[in-house]
């Protein structure tokens, strides 16, 4: 059992609904991103998705491609990246899923990459470009390492593909709130809660929302009905906001805390 | 076997790599557009429009002056060109136009580098009074300002897209954007054999009557099959529309020639066979040029329609299985071409077609006695004058 998966055990066991925030590794810099993972912890985040930059994120609305850019810019890369959880784990167990487009993993090699991964410290995956369909080299590579392949579920998927998505799911499945882009928004659709459920009543595996969410009360209304809350433009536009200022990791995680406090 | 399997792979390139909120959509498309292609009302209406508003079939024309100059070859021109709107993307828009009426689809977005699909797909969206957005990287706006004037002229709405290195990628990631916030009421018109699956299948198809036609004129003229194919390949549907229907004639030579830059020893060019390696960009795995990080490298050609990192997945099927071969011609080479083409013929190709072109006094030095090749013209030059003014100027 990975970090992911024993969270969700013990979140489940307290009764409790998971926060997971996401943020660019690299913006502003890779040793923010050091400094972020672990305030960001102590702010009550369950889950850390570390973001990968890419050249082209098409999945992402403004703020997380800005941030990727500015990334790239200052030299990111997967290997730095992992450099850095393997940095963070010498003194912290937060569970981190690295979430990336699948070219610059297909580059690095399936095997080689998950292997990295894990030893790293890496839990799990989330790949929006790779549906389970085109996953089946990878998945394997992941299952027999103990790393999780986090699928997705949007607003437009047929029961049919659900049944198919949550089959393949490891650690939780990630549930798009909208169809769209990455990006904070005033509401979040109020027909998915309907949809979250059916999606819950198929499988035991955890079934979070993201998308668009960036306020206490977006957090609190999805916990009603999901069993984690995936936040991450909001709170990439809050550390853009503090941009180099020396507490910014500080500021930011109050801002975290304000919404994972409400579960 | 015939390709793509049931997933859209072409061997080991194509499939469907997209996120989720697409996937029922595509798996939709595909179904409509296998019904289209079964039924004879379809193809009767695409047939009517192909023939009767864009103007085919082309001529397939026997290049005389320039034969004699190349001395070795015996070369025919399928003129593209002179299809309405000026280039070969006109048979793909009318086909997949008729597919998004079908679909009930009420807005249709597309992506445009050089202008030319753009402004196809804005002509077929006038014809049949559909709104339509079309995505061109901010780049290729300045570059091509009069295909932005005609593409407004009939209604469109031109968004330039600002973001990466502000060409054809950044503004097919924009259009995927909108597409996928607008999934339900919104067309995506794809301009090449690229894309997640089925549009490189659906696009060869559309664009199979540019090589279909090419081998009943060349049956006729010369009694016989071709010696030698050629065709300039960016994402490759005019190529495509070219090869496939000869991809089973072994006699056949087949020849893509892909944007080599400033050189293909350099970081400027757009040689994605030629110089790029397997990767995965807007929904299909396929030849693609990239860092050591898996970052995609920007691209670079005089010709913005062939200014394009990646390249449709079959192309890279075609060049692993040895079904063509794909060659590089540089800026500079492209330029000779079209001042060739203009002098001996009368003809002014389109900076990407000119590559085609260039290809061929290479050609012409490597064969064995007299051969004959189809070239295909797959668009005017008309568009590259502001261009081709600021290259002779120096």
């Given at each position: ?7 969700f055990?013990?979140?489940?066991a307290?009764?409790?609904?998971a926060?997971?925030?996401f943020?660019?590794?690299g913006?502003p ?10 305030a960001l ?5 369950d889950?850390?998705e570390?973001?990968?930059?890419f050249s082209?994120?098409?999945a992402?609305?403004?703020?997380i ?7 790239l ?6 290997k730095?990246i992992l450099?850095l959880?393997r940095?963070?784990r010498?003194i912290?167990e937060v569970p ?11 580059y ?5 990459f998950i ?9 799990g995956?989330?790949?929006p470009d790779?549906?389970?369909?085109e996953?089946f080299?990878?998945r394997?590579?992941?299952v ?9 579920l949007?607003?437009t998927?047929?029961n ?9 799911a ?7 709130s909208v169809?769209g882009?990455?990006?904070?928004r ?8 309907r ?9 035991k ?15 609190k ?5 999901a069993d ?12 853009q906001?503090?941009?180099r ?9 109050a801002?975290?805390?304000?919404m994972?406090s409400?579960? | 076997?015939?390709?793509p399997?049931?997933?859209?792979h ?5 499939g ?6 697409l ?8 179904k409509e557009f296998?019904r ?6 379809f ?8 023939e009767e508003?864009?103007?085919r ?5 026997y290049a005389e ?10 070369v025919?021109?399928?003129r593209?060109d002179?299809?309405?709107?000026g ?6 828009t009318l086909?997949q136009i008729l ?10 977005i ?5 202008g030319?699909h753009?402004?196809?797909?804005a002509t ?8 339509c ?5 901010a780049?290729?706006v300045?570059?091509?300002a009069l295909?932005?004037?005609?593409m407004?002229?009939?209604g ?7 973001s ?5 990628k950044d503004?097919?990631?924009e259009?995927?954007r909108?597409?996928?916030?607008n ?6 018109l ?26 009943k ?5 010369e009694?016989?099959?071709?010696d030698?194919?050629?065709a300039?390949?960016g994402?490759?549907?005019n190529?495509?529309g070219l090869?496939?229907?000869f ?18 020893h350099?970081?400027?060019?757009s040689?994605?066979i ?11 795995k396929?030849?693609?040029l990239q860092?050591a ?6 691209a ?7 200014d394009?990192?990646?390249?449709g ?15 590089g ?7 000779d071409?079209?001042?060739l083409?203009?002098?001996?013929e009368?003809?002014i ?5 000119a ?26 030059g008309?568009k ?6 600021e290259?002779?100027?120096?």
């Amino acid at each position: 059992m990975n970090r992911i998966e024993a969270k969700f055990n013990e979140l489940r066991a307290k009764k409790k609904k998971a926060f997971i925030a996401f943020i660019t590794a690299g913006a502003p810099s890779l040793e923010a991103t050091y400094n972020l993972v672990l305030a960001l912890e102590k702010a009550g985040a369950d889950i850390i998705e570390l973001g990968v930059p890419f050249s082209d994120p098409m999945a992402d609305g403004q703020t997380i491609q800005e941030a990727s850019f500015r990334s790239l810019k200052r030299g990111t890369t997967l290997k730095k990246i992992l450099q850095l959880v393997r940095r963070i784990r010498k003194i912290s167990e937060v569970p981190i899923a690295l979430m990336t487009y699948y070219n610059p993993v297909h580059y690095f090699g399936n095997e080689t990459f998950i292997d990295e991964a894990k030893s790293a410290g890496v839990d799990g995956l989330i790949i929006p470009d790779l549906p389970v369909v085109e996953a089946f080299a990878l998945r394997g590579f992941a299952v027999k390492k103990d790393v999780s392949l986090i699928f997705f579920l949007a607003p437009t998927t047929s029961n049919e593909r659900a049944r198919e998505i949550v089959k393949a799911a490891g650690g939780f499945i990630y549930f798009v709130s909208v169809a769209g882009v990455t990006g904070a928004r005033a509401s979040v659709p109020a027909s998915i809660a309907r949809q979250v459920k059916a999606a819950r009543s198929m499988t035991k595996v955890p079934v979070c929302v993201g998308f668009g969410i960036s306020t206490p009360q977006q957090v609190k209304d999805i916990a009603s009905f999901a069993d984690g809350v995936i936040v991450g433009s909001a709170i990439v536009k809050e550390i853009q906001k503090h941009g180099r200022a020396k507490d910014m990791p500080a500021r930011v995680a109050a801002f975290v805390k304000r919404m994972s406090s409400v579960l | 076997m015939s390709m793509p399997d049931k997933n859209g792979h072409f061997g080991a390139f194509g499939g469907r790599y997209v996120p989720e909120t697409l996937m029922t959509l595509l798996l939709d498309l595909e179904k409509e557009f296998a019904r289209c292609w079964k039924d004879p009302a379809f193809k009767k209406e695409f047939r009517f429009y192909l023939e009767e508003y864009a103007g085919r079939p082309t001529r397939l024309y026997y290049a005389e002056r320039l034969s004699r100059q190349l001395k070795s070859l015996k070369v025919y021109l399928k003129r593209e060109d002179l299809l309405h709107t000026g280039a070969h993307k006109v048979n793909n828009t009318l086909g997949q136009i008729l597919v998004a009426r079908r679909m009930g689809k009420k807005r249709i977005i597309a992506e445009t580098g050089a202008g030319q699909h753009g402004v196809a797909t804005a002509t077929v969206c006038a014809l049949f009074g559909l709104k339509c957005v079309v995505y061109m990287g901010a780049e290729d706006v300045k570059r091509q300002a009069l295909n932005v004037v005609r593409m407004q002229l009939m209604g469109a709405e031109v968004i330039p897209v600002e973001s990466g290195s502000r060409t054809l990628k950044d503004a097919m990631n924009e259009a995927i954007r909108d597409w996928v916030t607008n999934v339900a009421d919104t067309y995506y018109l794809i301009g090449t054999v690229a894309g997640p699956h089925p549009y490189p299948y659906m696009v060869r198809e559309l664009q199979s009557v540019i090589g279909i036609e090419a081998r009943k004129q060349f049956l006729q003229k010369e009694k016989m099959l071709p010696d030698y194919l050629v065709a300039c390949v960016g994402g490759g549907s005019n190529a495509m529309g070219l090869f496939y229907p000869f991809h089973r004639d072994k006699s056949v030579h087949i020849i893509g020639v892909e944007a080599a830059g400033h050189g293909l020893h350099t970081a400027a060019h757009s040689a994605a066979i030629c110089a790029g390696k397997p990767g995965i960009l807007h929904g299909c795995k396929s030849a693609l040029l990239q860092d050591a990080n898996g970052q995609v490298l920007n691209a670079h050609s005089v010709a913005a329609g062939l200014d394009y990192p990646g390249v449709g997945p079959e192309h890279s099927y075609f060049n692993a299985a040895g079904i063509a071969e794909y060659v590089g011609v540089t800026d500079k080479e492209a330029i000779d071409a079209l001042k060739l083409l203009s002098r001996t013929e009368g003809i002014i190709p389109a900076l990407e077609s000119a590559h085609a072109v260039a290809y061929l006094p290479k050609l012409a030095r490597r064969v064995k006695g007299h051969k004959t090749v189809i070239v295909c013209l797959s668009g005017r030059g008309d568009k590259d004058m502001n261009t081709i003014r600021e290259v002779l100027r120096g």
